[in-house]
């Protein structure tokens, strides 16, 4: 699996046309060099399945998701995961994803040791499917960091599309992350979303009260 890196500015300059991968393309945000080379470097080495991992420097602190839609947008193939710097990843992680993909699920939710499976905080989805959702960007945009996974994990329930490997495993290795708080502009505007049943694409109520 090839392995390229980006900053922000070279992702929206350097391709004028998609960049197109056979596969998978991974995007890894990151603001840490070192932790995204050790990230990557294990992803590539474990993941038996074909593509590539972009990963993106935030060197203007734009946030996970516009990162994650820019790299969306500039791009071309048939899955596309997105990852953060503090992955682990276990062995075949892509190619058991893939696996659980099959022809009829759209979103896959990875093992990161917190959720689950209950949220795809990690997570590989069929572009084919994405392009229904947000106008050209993967995530809906008007999230920075936190709660863009867990609207997309509702979607995919709601559509019964939503599978779950429990060996598929991308561990989010964060040592602060039961003590640091969420992006409170995310989690209104999540709220505020939710309310509307997410431009009505939500209407279980069960799912409605997954996540608060």
């Keep these: 699996m090839q392995i ?25 945000p990151f603001t840490q060099a070192k932790a995204a080379q050790q990230a990557a470097m294990l992803m590539a080495n474990r993941a038996k399945a074909p593509g590539m991992i972009l990963a993106v420097h935030d060197n203007h602190q734009e946030g996970f998701v516009r990162l994650a839609n820019e790299a969306f947008k500039k791009t071309d193939s048939e899955y596309f995961a997105y990852v953060a710097q503090d992955a682990f990843a276990g062995r075949s992680w892509l190619s058991l994803a893939v696996a659980a993909l099959g022809e009829k699920k759209n979103l896959v939710g990875f093992n990161d040791g917190k ?16 392009k229904t959702l947000y106008d050209g960007n ?31 495993v991308l561990i989010e290795v964060d040592w602060q992350k039961d003590t640091s708080q969420v992006d409170i502009r995310d989690r209104k505007l999540f709220l505020e979303r939710k309310a509307s049943g997410f431009d009505q694409r939500v209407t279980r109520p069960e799912l409605l009260k997954m996540v608060s």
């Design 4 to 28: 390229e890196y980006l900053s922000s500015d070279e992702l929206r300059s350097q391709f004028k046309q998609s960049i197109v991968v056979q596969g998978t393309l991974v995007v890894l």
């Design 115 to 130: 959720w689950a499976g209950s949220i795809a905080a990690f997570g590989l989805a069929r572009r084919s499917w994405i």
């Design 138 to 168: 993967f995530f809906h945009a008007a999230y920075e960091r936190h709660y863009a996974d867990a609207e997309l994990t509702l979607l995919a329930l709601q559509e019964d599309v939503y599978a779950y490997d429990p060996e598929a």
